[in-house]
């Protein structure tokens, strides 16, 4: 998916399912594309929050899994080679004599002749370790987008979600030690990789929280507080995984100048937004009687995708033909896996 | 479809909810935690959390007897709370609002909780 470009036609602004889906409906138009998301990796709220839900209102799909749907529309996507920008959080926007600019927070920034706004529910960014912060970047992430760093090392996760479960099941073997910490005696991940995870012997604490980090410079032990025996207990370990889950914000994209409602951007029957050329998806965007699903959002965005083509091209039709009609590198992809 | 925070949390507020909600959409009444049905996004979160199953799927309330707590959930947002001028409406995250120190009128009329 690392595929640097900083111009295209269309700059599709989150890569949650609809805004994946507008990346494949633009590259089906013949327009290139680049996908901004602030995470690292696809999907937006469905990897974030519930990749292992089963969603039931995709056609075609009398059910399919979270990840499954992110996975099938990243490889509906692929054969057009989008430019992936993951990691990325758009911050600004700006419009030149036709070329709209997004400038992200990290001072990175990308060109296209027309943007397509498909944020969902904003700006995702992890929930922090409380007093932590001076050991970012040196003994907690937020994150484990190695596994082989971590080889050798003792390491507490904190969380009980799919992420932490899934980590824990990634580490497990690769880490000397691998300890997972929640503060319920409930966990919120799927129940098979919980199963997975604790046949392994992993050492689970519950109704345990960290209290604080020590070690100078680096990461020496966390105390934990346990709320059964009321005490502090401190864990000697090299490195914590803080996966306490995802924070929404509309962020930046507030502040661009589109006219919102009710913090949702305002778009009229073609998708467009109160700035010409800049076009919104999926549920991010507002109009009356809008009624917030995939379902919606997928037809939104082929909307929104082909009334871009128009503003890239004024002498293109807004109807794009049948998909069925042509050939195209999208047949030599694998179909969906079917659950 | 979205989720709603029935009376069992009335004079409990464990507020662990509010912690995991990811879009900051569960608001501290007076007596009890309120969601706002415009900004959930119906993860589920808040369900996994809560101590007492009172974070629920408005789904699940349909023809129960604790239904109305959909509409009372709703209300917290769209009336006018005792003690201010406008109702709360959609203010795009609870963190930056605090306690609110009211509740509806529905929630206010309720008898305390036994402490037992």
């Known amino acids: 998916m690392a595929d640097a470009a900083d111009h295209a036609d269309v700059v599709v602004v989150g890569a949650g399912p609809v805004g994946l889906f507008t990346a494949f409906y633009a590259g089906l138009r013949g327009l290139s594309v680049i996908i901004i998301d602030s995470l690292d990796e696809p999907g937006g709220q469905v990897s974030a929050l519930y990749p292992e839900k089963i969603i039931r209102d995709v056609a075609g799909f009398p059910e399919i899994r979270g990840r499954d749907l992110v996975d099938a529309l990243v490889r509906q996507v692929d054969p057009f080679k989008p430019h992936w920008r993951l990691g990325h959080s758009a911050n600004r926007l700006l419009d030149s004599a036709g070329v709209f600019t997004v400038t992200c927070t990290d001072g990175t920034s990308v060109s296209g002749r027309t943007v397509i706004v498909t944020g969902g529910v904003g700006n995702f960014t992890p929930r922090t370790l409380p007093n932590s912060d001076d050991f970012a970047g040196r003994g907690i992430s937020y994150f484990v987008r190695d596994p082989s760093a971590l080889r050798g090392q003792r390491v507490v996760i904190v969380g009980g979600g799919d992420s932490a479960f899934d980590w824990a099941d990634t580490l497990h073997g690769v880490a000397a030690e691998v300890v997972l910490v929640h503060r319920r005696d409930r966990f919120r991940a799927h129940q098979d990789t919980v199963d997975r995870v604790l046949g392994r012997g992993v050492r689970v604490l519950t109704n345990s929280q960290v209290h604080s980090v020590e070690g100078t410079p680096d990461l020496r032990a966390v105390m934990i507080a346990n709320a059964d025996a009321n005490e502090l207990t401190r864990l000697e370990c090299d490195h914590v995984v803080a996966a306490l889950g995802f924070v929404a914000n509309l962020g930046p994209i507030a502040d661009w100048g589109l006219s919102l409602r009710d913090r949702k951007v305002v778009v009229d029957r073609l998708m467009r937004t109160s700035w010409p050329g800049v076009f919104a998806a999926g549920d991010i965007c507002t109009y009356e009687g809008r009624v917030p699903l995939i379902a919606v959002g997928f037809g939104e965005a082929a909307t929104a995708v082909n009334h871009a083509a128009v503003h890239v091209d004024p002498q293109a039709s807004a109807f794009p033909g049948h998909s069925t009609d042509e050939p195209g590198p999208r047949r030599l992809s694998a179909p969906p896996a079917l659950v | ?116």
């Open chain 2, 1 to 116: 479809m979205t989720f709603a925070i029935t009376d069992s949390c009335v004079d409990i507020k464990d507020r662990s909810c509010m912690e995991e909600c990811p879009v900051d959409c569960i608001y501290e009444g007076d007596r009890k935690m309120y969601i706002n049905p415009a900004e959930c996004i119906d993860c589920g979160a808040c369900e996994q959390a809560c101590p007492t199953n009172s974070a629920v799927s408005i789904a699940s309330l349909g023809g129960k007897p604790g239904e109305w707590n959909v509409q009372d959930n709703a209300d917290f947002f769209g009336v006018v709370l005792p003690g201010r001028p406008t109702p709360l409406g959609i203010p795009g995250g609870a963190s930056h609002l605090g306690r609110i120190g009211a509740d509806t009128k529905r929630i206010a009329a309720l008898p305390p909780r036994d402490p037992s």
